[in-house]
């Protein structure tokens, strides 16, 4: 098993590279063997997967990146019916949406490890190279929009978040003191009041 999707709170489908039951044994269905199955039923969905990753639940779908073929698909959760929706140059996984748009990440594969894989073939055939980063693909038509490369020591990305109403994000451990210039230093809470006040200005209005 190698991902998970959620609904209303509760594990629902996993993704996995084959349905062998030996150590390593999904090696060998790298290409055509993964499969999508549904917890609650103990029933797959689809199979025939190439190395499927990160399925998302969305409506009467389940979508799921296939790395091996280099494809973001959509798969009737009812039917098994599949389709593909976008082309990802380069090792996809990872998984995430706003509102029409879908956002995955892709990679630089490992050593040889496109070898023998379809995105492999259809990367040739396209006279494409792998890349790393970020691509955001609209879910009406399968065009990608958008993308963003990334450069320097990081090679693999294995998932992807959206938070909502953010811009620039930073992450800090839980209790953090922040501080700027000099001496000056305050914590998150008052940082995050003292925002609140000057973007609603002094009068009460944004």
Not at 152 to 168: H, N, P, Q, Y
Not at 194 to 200: D, F, L, P, S, Y
Request: one cysteine or more; proline letters at 3%; a neutral charge.
């Amino acid at each position: 098993m190698n991902g998970l999707a959620m609904e209303n709170g509760r594990a629902r489908y996993v993704t996995c590279c084959s349905t062998g039951d030996a150590v390593e044994s999904w090696r060998g269905g790298r290409r055509d063997g993964g499969v999508l199955i549904d917890i609650e039923t103990d029933e797959i969905v689809a199979d025939g997967l190439s190395m499927p990753h990160s399925p998302r639940v969305r409506g009467d779908a389940v979508y799921v990146v296939e790395s091996g073929r280099g494809a973001l698909v959509r798969i009737d959760r009812a039917s098994g019916r599949r389709e593909d929706v976008a082309f990802c140059p380069g090792f996809a996984r990872g998984l995430a949406f706003v509102d029409h748009y879908a956002v995955l990440t892709i990679s630089l594969p490992r050593g040889v490890a496109l070898d023998g894989l379809p995105v492999a073939d259809t990367m040739r055939k396209r006279g494409a190279t792998p890349w790393r980063g970020l691509i955001i693909v609209d879910l009406r038509n399968g065009d990608i929009v958008q993308w963003l490369r990334l450069e320097g020591d990081v090679t693999e990305l294995f998932d992807v978040g959206v938070i909502a109403g953010v811009r620039c994000p930073r992450g800090f451990a839980r209790g953090t003191v922040l501080s700027t210039r000099g001496e000056d230093r305050w914590d998150l809470a008052s940082a995050r009041q003292n925002n609140e006040v000057a973007t609603r200005g002094n009068d009460g209005t944004s």
